[in-house]
């Protein structure tokens, strides 16, 4: 799907040619640059946009580190 959001972090307009260097909100559909999302999650856990608490496992699986979805402690 094109890329037409913009960064709640840095507020610049992503666009298709950004996609790998970007991450979605897998519930609210919201793009952010990666490297913005890595500064956010320095203080918080939550997506910026809808609050989902989706991104508690974002720096493990992004170091490429198993994370067991049904463990009791998500």
């Given at each position: 799907?094109?890329?037409?959001d913009v960064c ?39 997506c910026s946009v ?25």
């Open positions: 799907t094109p890329l037409d709640t972090f840095c507020y610049d307009q992503m666009n298709d040619q950004e996609i790998p260097q970007s991450v979605c909100c897998p519930t609210c559909k919201h793009s952010y640059h990666s490297e913005c999302m890595d500064i956010w999650l320095e203080n918080y856990l939550r809808c609050s989902s608490d989706i991104w508690k496992h974002y720096k493990v699986v992004k170091s490429g580190e198993a994370v067991n979805m049904n463990s009791k402690e998500l």
